[in-house]
């Protein structure tokens, strides 16, 4: 089992920053590709970012990339998604995810945080 516990949401106006923290518990963290996830009310779960287990490789969404950066300290147990330049379409709950391989498929992750909401106010 991995455990995950989101941090860093909050209310930003929007052109505004936020760091998101993952912080991991349980199994080898660096075992695990991470990926970062978003819902908004009345959405499905989306695809944000994802990085690999040895942090070379990492992936982004369209409507996010050049804006979010997604990083990890294994030595720390934890993922991170700089977040610049935030939109109101940003509004939502962000997840972390902890999976076998570097995906942007929900089902491709095994565990989950509990979320974290960001708001982005226009």
């Known amino acids: 089992q991995v455990q995950l516990v989101e941090s860093g949401g909050g209310l930003v106006q929007a052109g505004g920053s936020l760091r998101l923290s993952c912080v991991a518990s349980?199994?080898?963290?660096?075992?695990?590709?991470m990926g970062w996830f978003r819902q908004a009310p009345g959405k499905e779960r989306e695809f944000v970012a994802a990085i690999s287990r040895s942090r070379i490789f990492t992936f982004y969404s369209d409507s996010v990339k050049g804006r979010f950066t997604i990083s990890r300290d294994n030595a720390k147990n934890t993922v991170y998604l700089q977040m610049n330049n935030l939109k109101p379409e940003d509004t939502a709950v962000y997840y972390c995810?902890?999976?076998?391989?570097?995906?942007?498929?929900?089902?491709?992750?095994?565990?989950w945080g509990q979320g974290t909401l960001v708001t982005v106010s226009s």
């Open positions: 349980g199994r080898t963290f660096s075992n695990y590709a």
């Open positions: 995810a902890a999976g076998p391989l570097r995906s942007e498929v929900v089902a491709d992750y095994a565990y």
